[in-house]
T-cell receptor, first 111, second 111 residues
Framework: GESVGLHLPTLSVQEGDNSIINCAYS??????FIWYKQESGKGPQFIID?????DKRQGQRVTVLLNKTVKHLSLQIAATQPGDSAVYFC??????????FGTGTRLTIIP | DAGITQSPRHKVTETGTPVTLRCHQT?????MYWYRQDPGHGLRLIHY???????DKGEVSDGYSVSRSKTEDFLLTLESATSSQTSVYFC???????????FGQGTRLTV
């Protein structure tokens, strides 16, 4: 079936460096994508979203890139901080009432 | 937490017993969801609701039932709990496509 997956289950980054978390999706009909951050013991929290008619969207210290040709999504976090340590999920929607999630990438910031 | 409350936050139960988890929202959103989160699987959709008394199955619905008698409440019932249902359960609310979904804090269930 259709699925959303992540290339790397874990990622360790030095504090102050930039992080890139990748996500592959398989449903070419998906038209809306969201990145969530989940800290230990908490529910997922919205970071940034992007629609399929866009290639890039920027937020505060975060940028999401969408490459529809290869069905790839990435989340870039600039100047990572200890508070960025968490599990990051991408989710996709293809015009119905459901969000499909990937398995998540654990980001660890090294002091 | 976008007006979502899950109860209980923690539950330990025995195999074969029924269990009901409650999700309460104050946002009057149409769509409500129950996900389970397990290591290596990310968030998987159990059931969702698109209105009062309107529900549908997700990808892992076996062994679960739901009810929505009021807009603000979405109940998840494990009819006869099994050890495979040990998980963290998250409720989410959503206004629809091209908007973010909001998650509750989760319920940790041990069977």
């Amino acid at each position: 079936g259709e699925s959303v997956g992540l290339h790397l289950p874990t990622l360790s980054v030095q504090e102050g460096d930039n992080s890139i978390i990748n996500c592959a999706y398989s449903n070419s009909a998906s038209d809306y994508f969201i990145w969530y951050k989940q800290e230990s013991g908490k529910g997922p929290q919205f970071i940034i979203d992007i629609r399929s008619n866009m290639d890039k969207r920027q937020g505060q210290r975060v940028t999401v890139l969408l490459n529809k040709t290869v069905k790839h999504l990435s989340l870039q976090i600039a100047a990572t901080q200890p508070g960025d340590s968490a599990v990051y999920f991408c989710a996709e929607n293809f015009g119905n009432e459901k969000l499909t999630f990937g398995t998540g990438t654990r980001l660890t910031i090294i002091p | 937490d976008a007006g979502i409350t899950q109860s209980p936050r923690h539950k330990v139960t025995e195999t074969g017993t029924p269990v009901t988890l409650r999700c309460h929202q104050t946002e009057n959103h149409r769509y409500m969801y129950w996900y389970r989160q397990d290591p290596g699987h990310g968030l998987r959709l159990i059931h969702y609701s698109y209105g009062v008394k309107d529900t549908d199955k997700g990808e892992v619905s076996d062994g679960y039932s739901v009810s929505r008698s009021k807009t603000e409440d979405f109940l998840l019932t494990l009819e006869s709990a099994t050890s495979s249902q040990t998980s963290v359960y998250f409720c989410a609310i959503w206004t629809g496509t091209n908007t973010e979904a909001f998650f509750g804090q989760g319920t940790r269930l041990t069977v």
